[in-house]
């Protein structure tokens, strides 16, 4: 994902966040993030567009575990402590999405949140369930 951001050298892009601003950390504690640095970022390879900075509630963790991607249960495997509600963590735009529709969506970290989110939702669906109002 591109954006009209550049990084000090000139030739790292800076990732925005929804809001137009440097895209901030989500999360250390379980580390999150499509490439497991904090934040939000995304790239090519992110098919599941893992861009929205959520704070998960139990109701979403259900749905989500319903729906195929179970956030709930520890992997040792993948080095996966398992989400409990309150934890933040980039979630797939889309799942974020299909949540809003079956009214199961969580509250979300505009400022954490990358601007590819936009892509799958919707800013003001976004800002009506920020954390940070």
């Not at 979403?60 to 709930?72: A, I, V």
């Not at 954490?112 to 989110?117: D, S």
Request: charge should be negative; include cysteine.
């Amino acid at each position: 994902m591109s954006n009209n951001g550049s990084g000090p050298n000139g030739k790292q892009p800076i990732p925005l966040n929804v809001l137009g601003n440097p895209l901030i950390e989500c999360s250390s504690e379980p580390i999150t993030g499509f490439f497991r640095n904090g934040r939000c970022d995304t790239g090519p390879s992110d098919f599941g567009s893992h861009t929205v900075c959520a704070q998960v509630t139990a109701e979403f963790l259900e749905f989500s575990k319903q729906s195929g991607n179970d956030l709930s249960t520890p992997s040792q495997q993948f080095g996966f402590p398992g989400l409990q509600p309150g934890d933040c963590w980039c979630v797939c735009a889309p799942r974020w999405q299909e949540a809003l529709e079956a009214g199961y969506a969580c509250p979300v970290r505009l400022e954490a949140t990358h601007i590819g989110a936009l892509q799958h939702i919707d800013l003001d669906d976004l800002q009506e369930h920020a954390i940070n109002k």
